[in-house]
């Protein structure tokens, strides 16, 4: 029969033995419900693998308790846990969450006792956004509503040093900037509402001083154009109650002086 590539989509998990990758679909963001408990389900995006798993002929096939065990005993082995274990039409399910090297992860594993399970994981991360706004249609929503959110600043998580792949939203607001020699400029840093209010408060500070820091040093921007400004977590345009809101929260906004 023909064999899949040897891939291994989450380095916490090997394959059961005398298995074989009967199916695998990769996407590099995508969001997938787990099962959470009864009636309910966390929504999770990022990095999504799908493997579907077949038994070799001629293999002791294992049932699917056990199949589902080793999953959760892989996951407890590197500090995971499980989330949500049920049984469901003959299938035997669990949900297991996993932090390892810092991304988060999350796995869901379907197994049945007829030489075949299914698995789900995801990384958990933010999408990178390719489609950034540009200096023409900031202009229209600053002429607007005295502001303009810009997505498309990245941080890693806990800095404040904007990321490399901030790059073409930067050089949008540069253009703005240009465009208009009277325009002056608060850069406002918003948060989400994970982690202490204080801690936000200073981290959302120091990311609008360091992109005020890039267009200044970086693109020769006049430093009495700009202002920064740390509002944290407290202007959100979404709810922080799941992660799409959440990335929605932590912006920069651009508001006329």
Not at 76 to 103: H, M, R, S
Not at 175 to 201: E, I, M, P, Q
Request: hydrophobic share 40%; glycine share 8%.
């Amino acid at each position: 029969m023909p064999r899949a590539p040897k891939i291994r989509p989450y380095s916490a998990f090997s394959r059961m033995p005398g298995f074989y990758i009967y199916n695998y679909q990769q996407l590099d963001f995508d969001r997938y419900s787990f099962p959470a408990g009864p009636d309910k389900t966390e929504a999770v995006e990022g990095r999504h693998y799908y493997v579907d798993y077949h038994a070799n002929d001629g293999i002791k096939v294992p049932c699917a308790l056990q199949i589902a065990r080793n999953y959760i005993n892989a996951a407890l082995a590197v500090g995971g846990e499980t989330v949500y274990e049920f049984e469901d039409g003959g299938l035997q399910n669990v949900t297991l969450k996993i932090i390892k090297d810092n991304p988060e992860a999350w796995a869901a594993v379907s197994a049945a006792g007829n030489g075949m399970y299914k698995i789900h994981v995801v990384q958990k991360q933010r999408m990178n956004q390719d489609v950034v706004a540009n200096a023409e249609s900031l202009a229209g929503s600053i002429q607007t509503t005295g502001r303009a959110a810009v997505y498309g600043i990245y941080f890693d998580t806990g800095k404040s040093g904007g990321k490399p792949e901030s790059e073409p939203a930067v050089s949008e607001i540069v253009k703005l900037l240009r465009a208009d020699a009277k325009l002056k400029l608060y850069v406002v840093g918003h948060t989400d509402n994970a982690g202490a209010f204080d801690y936000n408060l200073k981290l959302s500070q120091a990311r609008a001083a360091a992109v005020v820091s890039s267009l200044v040093n970086n693109y020769t921007v006049a430093a009495n154009r700009l202002a920064p400004f740390g509002a944290g977590p407290t202007a959100p345009v979404a709810s922080n109650t799941n992660e799409e809101g959440r990335a929605r929260n932590r912006r920069v906004e651009l508001v006329a002086k």
